[in-house]
C-alpha cells in the first residue's frame, strides 16, 4: 500500500536520505524545510504520516507536533519524530507533544521503513474508524441559557420535533433541568417515568434497555427523558450517572437535544461536555446579553470554543424596547445566526396544549422556522444527502431554500 508522507527537517541533506529511503518503499514524500511552512501544507495534503525534525528554526518540531494535534482536521495524523537528540527528556517531550513514535538519527533505512510502515497501518485504521464513528456517533444539541426564562425549553422541544420532522427520525430530548423541567409537559406526556426511575440503579447496570423503558415516547417522534416530578429528587441524579445515561442514549439516537438549567452546575457541565454543539439563547435585553457574555467566557475557559459549535440563538421572548441587533453582536464580539420572532400566543397555546409549535396547525410562520433550524442543525452528512423518501417537512424546507435563493 502506498501512502503519502510529508518530511519536515531544515537540513536539506538529511530530508534527501528520508525521502529516498521512503520513495524505495513506495511511498510518495513531500519534503519541507520548516515547521511554519509545514503546517498548511499538512492541513491540505493530508499525509497519511508526518516526519518531524526536532530543532528547527521558527517553529520546532514539538509546537508543529502539537498543532497537528490541536486541529480537528489533522489530529488522527500519525507523527514520527525524527532526531538527533537520544535523551530521554526529549523522548517525553516528545509524546506529551502528542509525536506516535520517535526515531533517532543515525538510522538504518529498513529501520525507518519499518516503523512507517506501523504508523500507515494505524493511520488507515484511524480513518476507517474515524469515517465510521461519525456516521453512527449521535449529533448532540445543547440548548442553554446561563438567565432563566429566554426560552430554552420550548427552543429545545421545537428543535428536537423539527429534526423529528425533517428527517422522519426518532429523536431524544434530555432535560437536564431538574428543578423545573418542562420538557414532558411542552409534549403533553405523562410523567409515567423520569430521571428518578434511574437514580437508584448502580452505574454498572445502567444500559440501552434500562434507558429505553424509561424513556417517554410520543407519536410525533420525539423521545423524552423527563425531569422528576418533584424538585428535591432532581438532586439524586449524580452527574456521573446522568453522563453515562447520555452516553448510552447517544447510541440509541442519531440527535439528541439537551434542554440544560440556566446554571453551570456539574449536571450542566457534564451536558455540555458531552455535545457537539451548544445553542446559547439570549432575549434582546441587558441583562440577557450581559449573562451570555458570562457563558460564552466560560466557554472559552472549558475549550468548548475549539472542539465545539457555539451557536447564538435570539429569541425575541417581548415585545417593545428591544436592544437593535448590531448592538448585542457587537457586545457578543460573535454574530447571532439565528432569530426567532415574538410569538406570545403561538407559545402559549403549544404550553396549554402540548404541542410543540413545529407541529401544530396554528404555528404559522414558526413551523417553518423550526423546520429549517431543525434542518440546519443537523449532521453535514444528512444534510448532503437528499433522503430516497424526503418527509413533507423536507420537501418544505427545500421549497423555502429554493424560493429565498431565487429571489437574491
Ligand atoms: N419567541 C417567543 N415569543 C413569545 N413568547 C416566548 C417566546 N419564546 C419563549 N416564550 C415564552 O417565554 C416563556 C419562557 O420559555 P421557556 O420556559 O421555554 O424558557 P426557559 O429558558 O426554559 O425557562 P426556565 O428558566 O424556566 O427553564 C414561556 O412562557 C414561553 O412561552
Ligand atoms: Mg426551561
Redesign the pocket.
Known sequence: MAGKIVAVDDNEINLKVVSTTLEQAGYEVTTVTNGAEALPLISKMLPDVVILDISMPIMDGYEVCSKIRESKKTSHIPVMMLTAHNALDDKIKGFDAGADDYLTKPFQPAELQARIAVLMRRSSQRTTKADTTVEKHAKTISVF?L???????????NIAAGISQVWGKNVALVDL?MA?G?AAL?LNMSLRNTWLDLAHIPSDDLDKDVVDAVMLKSENGVHVLAAPRKVADGQLITPVAAGKVIEIIKEMYDYVVL?L??DFSDLTLQGLDQSDMILA?L?PELASVRATIAALDVFGDLGYKENKDIVLVL????EAGILPRKNIEKALKQPIQIF?????Q???D??NFGVPIVLSEEGGE?VGIFEDIGFLLSKDTDRATPPKEPTPAYRSVMTRFEQRNQRR
Open positions: 441559557s438567565r432563566g426564562g429566554v426560552g430554552v425549553s420550548a427552543i429545545a422541544a433541568s423545573a418542562q411542552l434542554d438549567a440556566s439563547v432575549s429569541n425575541r421572548t417581548f426567532i420572532p415574538y410569538a406570545s403561538a407559545f402559549i403549544s404550553i414558526l
